[in-house]
């Protein structure tokens, strides 16, 4: 009786196991598939693929900020093919400081109000 409950115990792990990996590469698929149409040059994507884009937007311009050098705005290194169609797609130019929706605690430009696509 015990080895059975410990079995089936077992089972139900593993398929949960299965289940959460299976999630995760159709999430890998699906950023993916995102990356490639923004690197294509596509501008309009469903509300779905909406909500990994603002992660990709945040994610790349968090970076911006972190590696602007001395103070926030300064010049940034050159981006990666992924980061720089996210940040075309954003409305966010790497050398324009003003279009960052980013800031360091250093920038003169934090708390103003600074928009870009994906705040649309």
């Known amino acids: 009786m015990l080895v059975a409950k410990a079995a089936r115990d077992a089972q139900r792990a593993h398929r949960r196991h299965v289940q959460v990996q299976e999630a995760e590469h159709a999430l890998l698929l699906r950023?993916?598939?995102?990356?490639?149409?923004?690197?294509?040059?596509?501008?309009?994507?469903?509300?779905?693929?909406?909500?990994?884009l603002h992660r990709f937007v945040l994610e790349a311009c968090r970076d911006l900020?972190?590696?602007?050098g001395d103070h926030c705005g300064g010049p940034v290194p050159e981006r990666g093919p992924?980061?720089?169609a996210v940040l075309r797609w954003a409305g966010v130019g790497p050398d324009d400081h003003t279009t960052w929706p980013v800031h360091r605690g250093d920038c003169a430009l934090t708390g103003s109000s600074v928009r870009t696509r994906a705040d649309v």
């Open 65 to 68: 900020a972190r590696e602007c």
């Open 31 to 52: 950023e993916h598939h995102i990356r490639s149409r923004l690197r294509a040059g596509a501008t309009r994507f469903d509300d779905a693929d909406r909500e990994i």
């Open 82 to 84: 992924n980061a720089a």
